[in-house]
């Protein structure tokens, strides 16, 4: 599958759409008809100011104008393609783009249905898994088949006693209608119980609407990014902003009550921010990255409920549910924009070659903090290397994704198990490079961490994750992880895939799931 979507023809046809002529675009934009015209044959690359001025000039949005969108509903539909569902109706992904161009509608509308699909196979397994597990439904089920059998031996004798008297048969009718009512209660309870978590569930999933905010976003925005320089001027002047600073501002100016607390007075996330009352708790045995991250936060929730509001107000989110999480990624979007300032941020990631732990160091910040940090450069004219950003658990659990590398990262299911991210765990705490290429010859830089988080002593338990990021190996150079990899020889590169069902290659000896078919991979 393509990386990217062209992006010519969606100038030409909104060019098209508006009635202006090439001439009139290319001095609206300040370049030559000519050069536009290879444009619009998707022989130029465009971004940064251009890309701009174009958008300015059709009057549209610049993610749209990439194609960002486009690129996504590419990556989903062959993640739903793959799917076994498909195995009897294969779908061709060389004809995705000329779908997309001619019924974005129609091409969401079958996601959302195959969203919708999974969920319902999510459910089918949880209650199966509870039918075979949890003690009242096995105790209920267990009630039914015996108002069965109790209905049906009842029947039996109906059918093949025809001289009971009278008596026997009122004994032998009570029984049926009492046996009769006790089933029809069972079956009413049971029913309750497994629709008592699932009343009013939304028929969106909340975490894919938030992923989609960030992407038509492209992880970046501006007005977060504003808002910030304004709250850090007013915390400390001098940008220093240690824990201290954060505590004293929250105190000085909002009364907000800080108490470091003993680990087992807390829940497991390790801290409790009640805003209403003003107050923050947090563990003692949170690292000092953690609690800075804590008070930050709260600071914004105090001061930049309206830049985040703003935001959620004007994007797609249809539940509440999605607004709560798309609040709290951008609440953590904003402090770290305070605590990491973009332009200091941005030239110390590139005179440190994106060398995390360096900007761990010289920002007081943990591993997933930066990695995140990395991927929100994406400012005009001052933009950082794309990155792609993943988190999983040990059991291979997506939590966290993004990507503006042009890696495509599976929504529905697990990664490939060749990834780097999988590897860290053997090594937990040191960082692991890899130089991959996918079936379509395109290589990446992967750069994974497992890293340990855990709020109490030697009785609390402790998580475990595993952080990736990484980018197309045209920007490896400028990153310091990617010394020593030969990145000249094609061959030194493992061969990945994105998942087992979106990968061709038949001689993986970790394959989970067989491959799709058919197999066509457009380039």
């Known amino acids: 599958m393509a990386r990217q979507a062209p992006i010519g023809h969606r100038i030409r046809g909104r060019r098209k759409d508006m009635g202006m002529t090439q001439t009139a675009l290319a001095e609206a934009a300040g370049i030559s008809a000519s050069y536009l015209n290879l444009i619009e044959h998707n022989r130029r690359a465009i971004g940064g100011g251009l890309l701009l001025r174009l958008a300015e000039a059709l009057q549209i949005h610049p993610s749209t104008l990439s194609g960002s969108e486009e690129s996504r509903l590419l990556s989903d539909l062959g993640e739903l393609a793959s799917d ?162 954060l505590i004293n501002h929250l105190q000085s100016r909002h009364s907000v009550t800080v108490e470091r607390l003993r680990p087992e007075d807390l829940p497991a996330t390790g801290h409790i921010w009640d805003g209403k009352n003003r107050r923050l708790q947090f563990s003692r045995a949170l690292p000092i990255t953690s609690a800075r991250f804590l008070a930050a936060r709260a600071v914004c929730h105090l001061e930049g409920a309206d830049a985040v509001d703003g935001i959620i107000q004007s994007s797609r989110l249809t539940t509440d549910a999605a607004r709560n999480r798309a609040r709290q990624a951008l609440v953590s979007y904003l402090a770290a924009a305070i605590l990491f300032p973009y332009d200091n941020f941005c030239n110390e990631a590139r005179e440190l070659r994106h060398d995390i732990e360096m900007l761990q160091q010289r920002f007081a910040a943990s591993w997933e903090q930066i990695c995140h940090r990395l991927t929100t450069l994406r400012r005009p004219g001052q933009e950082g290397i794309p990155f792609h950003f993943l988190r999983t658990d040990i059991a291979g659990n997506i939590s966290k994704r993004f990507s503006a590398s042009g890696l495509q990262l599976p929504r529905y299911g697990g990664a490939c198990p060749r990834w780097a991210i999988h590897e860290a765990y053997l090594t937990p705490e040191r960082v692991v490079p890899q130089l991959v290429q996918l079936p379509d010859t395109t290589q990446y830089l992967f750069v994974a961490r497992a890293v340990r988080t855990g709020n109490g002593g030697y009785r609390v338990p402790q998580s475990v994750h595993s952080v990736m990021i990484g980018c197309d190996t045209a920007f490896a150079h400028d990153v310091v992880y990617a010394d020593g990899l030969s990145l000249d020889d094609a061959k030194s590169a493992i061969p990945v895939g994105i998942n087992c069902r979106q990968c061709p290659r038949t001689d993986c000896l970790q394959r989970a799931h067989a491959p799709a078919e058919p197999l066509n991979t457009a380039t």
Do not use: K, W
């Open 84 to 245: 076994p569902v498909f195995r009897d109706t294969p779908l061709d992904r060389r004809e995705f783009s000329n779908v997309i161009s001619a019924g974005p509608g129609v091409v969401n509308a079958m996601l959302q249905l195959y969203r919708a699909y999974r969920s319902t196979l999510d459910d089918v397994d949880m209650l199966s898994e509870r039918l075979s597990h949890d003690p009242y439904l096995t105790e209920a089920s267990h009630s039914i088949l015996t108002r069965i059998t109790s209905i049906r031996t009842v029947a039996e004798i109906f059918e093949h006693y025809d001289d009971l008297s009278v008596a026997q048969r009122d004994r032998f009718n009570a029984t049926l209608v009492r046996e009769s009512e006790r089933l029809a209660e069972s079956a009413t309870e049971i029913f309750s119980f497994l629709e008592r978590g699932a009343a009013g569930r939304p028929a969106a999933n909340p975490s894919e609407e938030v992923d989609d905010l960030l992407y038509d976003n492209a992880n970046h925005f501006p007005i977060l990014e504003d808002c910030a320089e304004t709250l850090r001027a007013g915390i400390d002047r001098s940008g220093g902003l240690f824990l201290t600073d």
